[in-house]
């Protein structure tokens, strides 16, 4: 059985081969023209269309890393359907490693966008229009922000069922249940029918070999489920489930010094971290005001009162 003709941003794509095209984004002031590589493998089979995207912020490099494995091990060579990988979305800020657009906003609360907005505005809304409409699912692939570390996680909404039931075989030790955000790529994406899994995992600035190996782990277990790949479907654990949870704050502005390790279970009233003066004058002890998953932890060294130290599920 022969696949329908297959088009993105105008271009027939042919079956069964490697097509690589350019989303224009913009011009520099240099008049330098800025193009994001999109990769697309198509079988000669019918099946869905996925896309993997990563570098929605361009600070985020992990996600950037999984795909480049992903590609570099043809895992993104499927047997039915068609694969699409946006390695680098936000290619603007990735050239200079920073999380927004030139125009200072941050790209992914900017869906659907306008063609007559704001640079980063106007890019959401090419992806809209050009690419999201031909594709049934979404991975995303972020991190943590500035220093924030993540547990490798799926985040999707409790009461999507189809998304919740590919974040358990995509398998990663956390799975988040986060409602959308508006003006956001999964917002969007979600409300246009899409079923699209939001990935976590490290922080920016980093390719962390743990994380991107979970990603490419997840994924490939995700592709082999809906028939794009062969394979078997690994399963290390059962995912840890968070419905709710809780950002630990710091009571002290000081030198932060983390106790708890990342990814771990803690008790009420231990000890997380400890917050110092730089003079040996006074320690604050951070504790756990309950039992519970610690799922992100803030790694900066210096930290000031009310900043968010922990990120930590509540455990009935």
């Given at each position: 059985?022969?696949?329908?003709?297959?088009?993105?941003?105008?271009?027939?794509?042919?079956?069964?081969?490697?097509?690589?095209?350019d989303l224009k984004v913009a011009k520099l002031h240099t008049r330098t023209t800025v193009n994001v590589p999109v990769i697309i493998e198509r079988s000669s089979n019918p099946g869905p269309v996925v896309l993997l995207l990563a570098g929605i912020h361009g600070d985020e490099t992990n996600g950037v890393g999984i795909i480049r494995e992903i590609i570099s091990q043809d895992i993104n060579k499927p047997k039915n359907g068609t694969i699409i990988c946006i390695p680098v979305f936000n290619i603007f800020g990735y050239l200079i490693q920073t999380r927004e657009f030139p125009d200072g906003r941050d790209l992914n609360r900017m869906f659907p966008g306008s063609a007559t907005g704001s640079l980063a505005s106007q890019f959401a809304?090419?992806?809209?229009?050009?690419?999201?409409?031909?594709?049934d699912y979404i991975i995303d692939f972020h991190t943590g922000g500035g220093e924030r570390d993540n547990i490798s996680q799926i985040r999707c909404v409790e009461t999507d069922k189809k998304a919740l039931e590919l974040a358990k075989i995509f398998n990663p030790p956390t799975i988040v249940y986060s409602n959308n955000?508006?003006?956001?790529?999964?917002?969007?994406?979600?409300?246009?029918?899409?079923?699209?899994?939001?990935?976590?995992?490290?922080?920016?600035?980093?390719?962390?070999?743990?994380?991107?190996?979970?990603?490419?782990?997840?994924?490939?277990?995700?592709?082999?489920?809906?028939?794009?790949?062969?394979?078997?479907?690994?399963?290390?654990?059962?995912?840890?489930?968070?419905?709710?949870?809780?950002?630990?704050?710091s009571s002290h502005?000081?030198?932060?010094?983390?106790?708890?390790?990342?990814?771990?279970?803690?008790?009420?009233?231990?000890?997380?971290?400890?917050?110092?003066?730089?003079?040996?004058?006074?320690?604050k002890r951070i504790r756990a005001p309950h039992n519970g998953y610690i799922f992100c932890t803030n790694k900066t060294p210096i930290v000031n009162k009310g900043e968010a130290l922990f990120h930590v599920s509540i455990e009935d």
């Open positions: 059985m022969s696949n329908k003709p297959f088009f993105l941003l105008g271009k027939e794509i042919p079956e069964g081969e490697r097509t690589v095209l809304y090419q992806f809209t229009q050009k690419i999201a409409p031909f594709v955000i508006a003006k956001s790529l999964r917002y969007t994406c979600n409300k246009m029918g899409k079923t699209i899994l939001l990935f976590e995992g490290g922080k920016s600035k980093e390719l962390n070999p743990t994380v991107i190996n979970e990603g490419v782990n997840g994924t490939k277990n995700v592709l082999i489920h809906l028939g794009l790949i062969d394979g078997e479907i690994t399963v290390r654990e059962k995912p840890i489930i968070v419905s709710k949870a809780k950002w630990l704050r502005s000081g030198m932060f010094k983390i106790v708890a390790k990342n990814g771990s279970f803690v008790k009420k009233h231990e000890v997380l971290g400890i917050i110092q003066d730089p003079f040996g004058e006074f320690k």
